[in-house]
């Protein structure tokens, strides 16, 4: 069978009932069920015709596009017989995850485009070392703790951080303040979750701010693969002195299956919803789809220069390495519109497209599809997926610390003080107030409510669209 009938074998409201009606199995069920031949071929079609329904399939290289189709099709072909559940899923994985242009896209939390299996060569981040440089003082910090309260050990007996500020000196005398960030997934995206970070942040920063711009800021976020951005989104706001460029455009794929995989995802979980003063009832019921390509929000008009008045007019170096994705890389593109910042380390993990769909396969293995897709205020434009974003001062298998290596240098060296955009950015500036008590930035769809505001706009467009042309076939 070709592709485009093994994903044909299911009807889209036989898919759609299929998304609606998923529920989870447990690891251990995973682990023991046995799959018939049909079971196996109704998943692997499944996850084709999803994988298919992704925002960025298009934009996929076309030599990738064919291999997952070809693999697919031969997957398909070789069923015969009964497999393990997770054999079968290991299987489907290591045949086409290769394939898939996105490192949020996965089953049961195995992305399917891994990232290189390397050793670290830029350093831990600095928070974690047991034994600090001479001369830092730590002024801050929170570190991990279980369900009881009581903190959480690493190997050595140190304790887990989430972050750490403090401040040290270079030996020429440099005054340099140390923010180190190494987890962002321990905590939801909201300020008082992230109050006691913002209050120690803001007391050392305001209070000093001209110390620091005679000396020099080291944002570290190495080692952090990802979670929420509230930590990050603070600081940039305040170096800035203005909002930020981050999200300017995010964009769904305007078909039933996409609409129904979206209201799947955790932001349509009563309990997500209802923070957002949202009701069951509330919630909008689509009937008119396009099948293109739709904006929920575009900000492509709006942009938040620095503001040379209240911004941090030192100089800012940011830390990076291979383990650095999701939203750690908004610490490279929420910064980088900013005079005089620097990334010193390698190459991020390239896995900042964000996800929205989350639903569960027949067979109940978790799956996550990019029905949305966030474009950026950067150079590179539409999708650094996979590729991910290249540091000024590339430290990877020198086998330095980054760390050392940024006090090691002089402050101004192979400093960018101007960067590249994709697009022009003149005529489109707009200073603002910020308030660190509101959410971070809803621009990137995640909360219900902004979805919903996209959804009811598309779904206005559509249905004019629709009753304009049945009043002009009715002529």
């Known amino acids: 069978m070709t592709f485009d009938e093994i994903i044909n074998t299911i009807s889209e409201q036989e898919m759609i009932r299929l998304v609606e009606s998923g529920r989870p199995v447990s ?23 999803a994988t298919h329904e992704h925002i960025g399939w298009n934009g996929f290289s076309e030599q990738n596009r064919q291999s997952f189709m070809q693999n697919i099709e031969q997957l398909y072909a070789s069923i015969s017989a009964p497999c393990p559940q997770n054999r079968f899923i290991d299987n489907l994985f290591a045949h086409t995850g290769q394939y898939i242009e996105d490192r949020h896209f996965s089953v049961n939390n195995i992305i399917t485009v ?33 369900d009881a309260g009581q903190d959480i050990l690493n190997e050595d007996g140190t304790r887990c951080p989430i972050w750490e500020i403090g401040t040290m000196q270079t030996p020429t005398g440099e005054d340099i303040l140390v923010v180190s960030i190494p987890d ?26 001209q110390k620091w711009e005679q000396g020099r800021i080291i944002l570290d976020v190495r080692n952090n693969k990802g979670g929420e951005d509230k930590p990050i989104d603070h600081i940039a706001k305040r170096l800035y002195g203005n909002l ?6 995010c964009e769904m794929r305007d078909t039933p299956l996409s609409n129904a995989m979206l209201h799947t995802h955790g932001a349509y979980k009563e309990e997500n919803y209802s923070k957002d003063g949202l009701r069951k009832e509330d919630l909008l019921t689509r009937r008119h789809f396009s099948g293109k390509i739709h904006p929920l929000f575009d900000e492509t008009g709006v942009y938040y220069p620095f503001n040379p008045e209240r911004g941090f007019k030192g100089r800012l170096d940011i830390l990076l390495d291979h383990d650095v994705g999701s939203s750690a890389e908004s ?16 190459n991020t993990a390239g896995m900042q497209q964000y996800t929205q769909g989350t639903f569960y396969m027949p067979c109940g293995s978790q799956m996550r599809v990019g029905v949305t897709r966030l474009t950026y205020y950067d150079k590179e434009g539409e999708n650094i997926e996979v590729k991910g974003h290249k540091p000024d001062i590339d430290c990877a298998g020198y086998k330095y610390d980054a760390m050392a290596i940024a006090l090691g240098m002089p ?4 400093r960018v003080a101007k960067r590249e955009t994709n697009e022009p950015l003149h005529g489109k500036e707009i200073f603002a107030e910020y308030d660190p008590k509101i959410t971070a930035d809803t621009r ?25 042309q049945n009043r002009h076939q009715g002529r």
């Open 411 to 414: 402050r101004d060296e192979r």
């Open 114 to 146: 891994a990232r290189p299996n390397r050793n670290r060569s830029v350093g831990r981040n600095f928070a974690k070392l047991k034994d600090k440089p001479f001369g830092y003082q730590c002024l801050g910090g929170e570190y991990k703790q279980d």
């Open 444 to 468: 990137k769809a995640y909360y219900a409510r902004t979805l919903e505001q996209g959804l009811k706009r598309i779904e206005t467009a559509n249905f004019t669209l629709f009753n304009n």
């Open 331 to 346: 610490a490279y593109t929420s910064f980088y519109h900013h005079p005089n910042t620097r990334y010193i380390g390698e």
């Open 244 to 249: 930020i460029n981050t999200y300017k455009r």
């Open 27 to 49: 690891k251990e069920a995973r682990q023991t069920h046995i799959m018939s031949a049909d079971e196996q071929r109704l998943n692997l079609a499944f996850y084709a015709k």
């Open 184 to 209: 962002f997934n321990n905590r939801a995206n909201t300020y008082e979750d992230w109050q006691q970070f913002i209050e120690k942040f803001d007391e050392v920063y305001l209070n000093n701010q």
